[in-house]
């Protein structure tokens, strides 16, 4: 019926049922792997959602499709997956010169930990902490929690 994919998983929506008969949408999650200097280059792994698979990142319109259920792990794995577009919606929406604040400070690999950034290009994700040092973070990174400030705090820099 309807398919999303990312480079590392594809989430489907799958008709089951014949045309005399009733229908079923059940979600398929398939894991992708890709190395393309392997002999072997290409791998995946399916599981249905009554399988209780552990990656939530299913898009809100395959959800959608979805018939009901009474399998424990599906109801399960659909919730999960409700509650990540759920708090997704609920985040601010980013935009270059805001400044935010993660709960938990992220670790760059020079050792330096911080969690108060300037949005300088949202693109690339490039930020700024609160002494001007610049720095790229991962996409994943803005699912963490965080909150919006007005301005930068007042803060000694602490050496690692």
Known sequence: MDCAATFT???????TGDASGP???FAVVCLLSYRPKDYFNFGYKDMSEDMGPYYYNCPERIL???TPTENKLALEWREK???RIRAKKARPKLREGMIIQ????LQFSNGVK???FKLEDLRRLIVTDRWGFRYRIRRKS?????KVLDDFPAAERKLA
Request: proline share 7%.
């Open 114 to 116: 911080e969690n108060i």
């Open 81 to 83: 997956c409700w509650e």
């Open 23 to 25: 229908k079923e949408v």
């Open 9 to 15: 998983e594809a989430y489907l929506a799958v008709e």
């Open 64 to 66: 959608k499709l979805l």
């Open 142 to 146: 803005l699912e963490k929690p965080f």
């Open 102 to 105: 993660f709960v938990e400070p």
